[in-house]
């Protein structure tokens, strides 16, 4: 069985940091591009940030400069460190694992709030 599992959100004030973890299970985890999404109330799922299977990266605008991706295959694991958070930042995090299929984790909440 596949299973995506994110965790490390949370309630966060503006400027702060958190770290997203995604830890994969039930796939070749190594072979997979990973992204990371979120979507916000009333809003589009829209992809924050990327990683392939060989470890190149993409950022959306909105958080260039502000947060990194990694990942550790030998964890079975992508990080999204995210610093300087904005308000605009709040929304549920999602990851999401491509490899022909496709698989997404439950979500992980994030607010960014003072």
């Known amino acids: 069985q596949v299973q995506l599992v994110e965790s490390g959100g949370g309630l966060v004030q503006p400027g702060g940091s958190l770290r997203l973890s995604c830890v994969a299970s039930?796939?070749?985890?190594?072979?997979?591009?990973v992204g990371w999404y979120r979507q916000a109330p009333g809003k589009q799922r829209e992809l924050v940030a990327s990683?392939?299977?060989?470890?190149?990266?993409t950022f959306a605008d909105s958080v260039k400069g502000r947060f990194t991706i990694s990942r550790d295959n030998a964890k079975n694991t992508v990080y999204l460190q995210m610093n300087s958070l904005k308000p605009e930042d709040t929304a549920v995090y999602y990851c999401?694992?491509?490899?022909?299929?496709?698989?997404w984790g439950q979500g992980t909440q994030v607010t960014v709030s003072s």
């Open positions: 999401k694992a491509v490899w022909g299929a496709v698989y």
């Open positions: 039930g796939i070749t985890f190594r072979r997979y591009d």
């Open positions: 990683i392939g299977s060989g470890g190149g990266t």
